[in-house]
């Protein structure tokens, strides 16, 4: 199901997507879309070098599986 959503753009920043949607022959709708949805996945997932990186620091790997563990157990709290 589809939700519409009203947005307000500025006059220049319009003509930019507009432009770009025209260059990639797709809608402006469809472009937005398409890259709000990559920057929240860049925001939410980490890349092949961050995740070698996480998985080097054995450190933070234990205290990932202690959380993990401690969730599944339903201890600990959630901190905001």
Do not use: P, W
Not at 36 to 55: M, P, R, Y
């Amino acid at each position: 199901m589809y939700k519409s959503l009203t947005l307000q753009l500025d006059e220049d920043v319009y003509k930019i997507f507009s432009e770009a949607a025209k260059a990639e022959n797709r809608t402006l709708e469809n472009l937005i879309e398409t890259a709000a949805l990559l920057k929240i996945c860049e925001q939410q997932f980490s890349d092949d070098a961050e995740t070698h990186e996480i998985l080097a620091d054995k450190e933070l790997m234990k205290r990932i599986q202690t959380g993990s563990h401690h969730a599944s157990l339903k201890k600990g709290r959630f901190v905001e």
